[in-house]
């Protein structure tokens, strides 16, 4: 953590009031725990996730710069005259449940589904290898050695069988670097700061719930009473995203005066001029209360929207192995309904 932020007065100031708090982290662990029986999926899994963090050896700075543990604690950083008490942790940890719940629901459909659309693919996959290994070259045979004259369908399909014999190890090689590749994205820094249980979840977060995440890490910030400055260079560091990391710590570099601010070479598009309007709201309590609400409207925004060209993809790739599902079919029985055909007379 850089030295303008530990030099700000209220860090010493949290610092303080986190050992407190951390004292009773084993009770945060349990409300959350509990909390996280009232609901299920990727929420429960998340709420899990943070409970056993508090469960361990819990770090100051780490709180600061990850919102979903910010978010389960402020209530009783934000009360400092208040003595850390059962019903202080329970609000706290209820504050930030609510605050999650939010939060998840941000989460597009096509990631919701994405682990299991994968699993589809590489079974449909691995059905379609064994079709070629073992069944088409069994039927080829027979086919020759009745002398069968195949339709022209059926000839193709035993020459893409030919490529898929040829090529079949790719499948295994691919499954096998995904299962590797997540693997050192878990182990890693980002990884185990990330709540998603994949590296392909965690990369293709939806924009508005990334912007979304930003505010809600601000406004928590700018409640604690960290300048505006701080809190932009703190919310760098929880984002997914890199441009919105580096945009976030250019506009922290840039929060000197409002005169340098209205330059506007750190504003965003006018996609989301709403944040920008809050990032030039002079008063603090009215650019918490901004930020609150524009990460509500980019949680409700994402929730309807989808990553359209994975949803293409998925789709093309499905209708491609369909379509190999039922030309495979069509080979084999075609050659032997024209032989019964002929043998029949039909």
Request: with cysteine; hydrophobic share 45%.
């Amino acid at each position: 953590m850089g030295n303008s932020i530990k030099s700000d007065p209220i860090y010493e100031s949290l610092a303080a009031r986190w050992q407190e708090i951390s004292e009773s982290k084993l009770e945060f662990a349990g409300d959350i725990t509990r909390l996280s029986q009232e609901t299920d999926g990727i929420l429960k899994s998340n709420l899990l996730q943070i409970a056993a963090w508090f469960k361990q050896d819990t770090n100051f700075d780490e709180l600061l710069e990850r919102p979903e543990l910010l978010a389960t604690c402020i209530s009783a950083l934000k009360s400092q005259r208040s003595p850390i008490n059962p019903e202080l942790i329970e609000e706290s940890a209820r504050d930030g449940f609510f605050q999650m719940v939010n939060n998840a629901f941000s989460r597009p459909q096509i990631m919701k589904l994405l682990k299991f659309r994968l699993a589809l693919l590489f079974a449909i996959s691995g059905l379609l290898i064994i079709f070629s290994i073992f069944l088409a070259p069994a039927f080829e045979l027979i086919y020759d050695d009745f002398e069968i004259q195949i339709p022209s369908v059926t000839a193709l399909v035993f020459t893409a069988s030919h490529l898929i014999r040829a090529t079949w190890w790719l499948l295994p090689i691919l499954v096998l670097g995904l299962f590797i590749n997540n693997l050192i994205w878990r182990c890693s820094t980002a990884g185990q700061k990330s709540l998603a249980s994949n590296w392909i979840d965690h990369e293709f977060k939806n924009i508005r719930g990334e912007l979304g995440n930003w505010c809600w890490h601000t406004a928590m910030l700018l409640e604690l009473g960290w300048s505006p400055k701080n809190a932009y260079l703190l919310a760098s560091k929880s984002v997914s995203k890199n441009w919105i990391s580096k945009w976030s710590e250019k506009l922290a570099q840039n929060h000197t005066t409002e005169t340098h601010l209205r330059e506007g070479d750190w504003l965003l598009d006018d996609q989301f001029d709403l944040l920008n309007q809050a990032i030039l709201t002079p008063s603090h309590q009215s650019k918490i209360a901004l930020l609150k609400e524009i990460s509500n409207y980019y949680w409700s925004r994402s929730q309807t929207t989808s990553q359209w060209w994975i949803q293409l993809i998925f789709n093309l790739l499905f209708w491609l192995i369909g379509l190999l599902a039922l030309l495979a079919v069509l080979a084999i029985g075609l050659p032997v309904l024209n032989l019964i055909f002929s043998l029949t007379g039909f």
